[in-house]
């Protein structure tokens, strides 16, 4: 049975060890948070994901996983920490360096290192390669090194680590082979070898080529804005050509991936990359899009009583990374004009800087509820939810919220061409 070491236990790293230790591998996590190391020995998870609370109850209970402060010896270190971008747009890549530093102490000839935090392109090479050598191994002889960049949707990760293809590549072709075969032991999928930097590339141009879609669909909102036209029944019907496929509209793009992931290659490429940086700008802008769009419909009112409802990039989830919710809620505090109240059911209230409410407490008094988050729970709100607002309005920027009654109006973020101003 081999060792594993998997550090960071965020999002992705703690979703992958529970699953190679439900295959039967030694696991040791590593994380540099000691209140989630102790919570994680405890059996107990601090992320919200489909079906991993009672897997990972099961493989602490059978002794498989434990979590540390500090690396230990392994056959396989897997490398899964963020890597956010500085103000400048440019990646920071200090967790990746910290975490292969951590490792050095432990690592021995023959180990594979595998690194799944997404990164600009030639980092493999330029830097984690020449750390690993610095301590006195050859990354090209005595280690085999690869990039393995995770391509999983939230909400589905359990199943998507075990039945997507694994992109695998290796600063040596004999590394991508390794590597590949300690994947091949938890994979369903097909699992594919390359060279370290095209599959740096291939994660970031997934993500990139999202974040375009979707920055044409946002373009196409505001475009039906000026000319008068439902968007959202625009691209249904555009998308009846076989070979159509556009994104859905909303409020802004987050979360790690479509939020961070294009800025890593405008970094190495930025006078070859006018349309990525394009598409990065029209998404950028959704934020102070909805945001107009709010101040139009209460144009009319002195103190305007917002809800929120949903602060998550993405439905389903409590991840709140890079989330444009979390923009419009600190625009609409800026404003000075509004009373803003902030509601969801996943998000606990430590992940966010200012106070949560109830769903009780959010629309009552509230003039407007505007939605945010596709979440389940909002999908499936009745009429009756909405019973103690003071003007029954909701602005739906993710197309998610069906109701058919006359007492509520509900504005869709692709068809604002109709929008009225909110009276007392």
């Known amino acids: 049975m081999k060792k594993v070491c998997v550090v960071g236990l965020g999002y992705i790293g703690l979703p992958t060890s529970a699953i190679f230790a439900n295959a039967g591998f030694e696991v040791v996590g590593v994380d540099v948070n000691e209140k989630v190391v102790q919570t994680l020995n405890k059996g107990e998870i601090h992320i919200e994901e489909n079906?991993?609370?009672?897997?990972?109850?099961?493989?602490?209970r059978e002794g498989k996983f434990r979590a540390s402060l500090v690396p230990e010896k392994a056959d396989v270190f897997i490398i899964a920490v963020p890597t956010p971008i500085h103000e400048d747009y440019t990646a920071n890549i200090d967790y990746v360096i910290d975490a292969t530093?951590?490792?050095?102490?432990?690592?021995?000839?023959?180990?594979v290192v595998i690194v799944e935090s997404t990164i600009p392109p030639r980092t493999m090479d330029d830097v984690v390669a020449p750390i690993i050598r610095e301590h006195g191994l050859d990354p090209e002889k005595d280690i085999y090194l690869a990039h393995c960049p995770e391509r999983v949707l939230p909400g589905r990760i359990l199943i998507e680590l075990v039945e997507n293809t694994r992109i695998v590549g290796g600063v040596t072709k004999e590394a991508a082979k390794k590597a590949a075969d300690v994947y091949r032991a938890i994979v369903k999928g097909e699992v594919i070898e390359t060279e370290a930097v095209t599959a740096e590339m291939s994660k970031l141009m997934e993500n990139t080529f999202?974040?375009?879609?979707?920055?044409?669909?946002?373009?196409?909102?505001?475009?039906?804005?000026?000319?008068?036209?439902d968007a959202h029944k625009v691209i249904e019907l555009a998308n009846k050509h076989p070979r159509v496929n556009i994104h859905l509209p909303g409020p802004g793009v987050g979360g790690h991936c479509l939020a961070v992931d294009p800025y890593f290659i405008v970094e190495k490429a930025k006078e070859e990359s006018p349309l990525i940086q394009t598409a990065r700008r029209i998404n950028n802008s959704m934020p102070h899009f909805v945001v107009e769009q709010i101040q139009r419909?209460?144009?009319?009112?002195?103190?305007?009583?917002?809800?929120?409802?949903g602060l998550t990039y993405k439905g389903n989830t409590d991840d709140v990374r890079e989330s444009p919710a979390i923009k419009i809620y600190e625009l609409l505090k800026q404003q000075g004009r509004f009373e803003v109240r902030a509601y969801d059911p996943h998000v606990k209230q430590e992940q966010v800087s200012f106070p949560l409410s109830t769903l009780e407490e959010a629309v009552d008094g509230a003039h407007l509820v505007v939605v945010l988050a596709d979440h389940n729970e909002f999908k499936n709100m009745k009429a009756e939810d909405f019973a103690t607002m003071k003007t029954k309005v909701i602005f739906d920027t993710k197309n998610c919220v069906h109701l058919h009654d006359e007492s509520i109006t509900v504005y869709k973020i692709g068809n604002l061409h109709s929008v009225n101003a909110i009276q007392e």
């Open 51 to 60: 079906g991993l609370p009672d897997l990972f109850k099961k493989v602490v």
């Open 101 to 111: 530093k951590s490792i050095l102490p432990y690592l021995e000839k023959g180990n």
């Open 210 to 229: 999202r974040d375009v879609n979707i920055a044409l669909a946002n373009e196409l909102v505001k475009i039906s804005r000026r000319i008068g036209v």
């Open 297 to 309: 419909m209460t144009a009319e009112l002195t103190v305007p009583k917002v809800a929120i409802f």
